[in-house]
């Protein structure tokens, strides 16, 4: 006899989607706005590695926040979405860079974007929703 398989709710692939789409303009704005801050106020160029890796989280958290809605696995669905944040905005900057490089600030971007998004999925979830 056979079973039937439970279908995948579409609509959390929706959510890590959406998550997706909002981490990258929340993402490219602030780095547009950085590099303002950057060009005015002569920001040593140790600082901008701190600027960019706070921007990334930044715009994981709020993408995960506006979009997780769904009240189960908000630490797997955030983990997602920080994972798959990480390599769409490498490809976006490494193009407007027209540099692609893979190295160890690569992975260090990997283990933060996927804990930062654990964690704000985690958030996100268990928020109250009015």
Known sequence: MRTKREPVDRGYVFEIFK???????V????ML???LIVKLF??????IPIFNQV???LAIFIGCITSLRKP?????????????FVW??????????????????LLNDCVL??????????????????
């Not at 993402?27 to 602030?30: E, I, K, N, V």
């Not at 193009?95 to 160890?104: A, M, T």
């Open 72 to 84: 189960k696995n908000g630490w797997l669905r955030g983990l997602i979405c920080g994972f798959i």
């Open 19 to 25: 998550a997706n789409i909002i981490a990258l303009i």
């Open 88 to 105: 769409l905005s490498y490809v976006i900057f490494s193009l407007i860079n027209s540099h692609f490089e893979v190295g160890l600030s």
């Open 55 to 57: 921007i990334k989280s």
């Open 27 to 30: 993402a490219l704005l602030a």
């Open 113 to 130: 974007g996927t804990v930062t998004g654990m964690i704000s999925g985690i958030i996100a979830v268990n928020i109250k929703k009015h």
């Open 42 to 47: 002569n920001v040593s160029d140790g600082a």
């Open 33 to 35: 706005l950085s590099a």
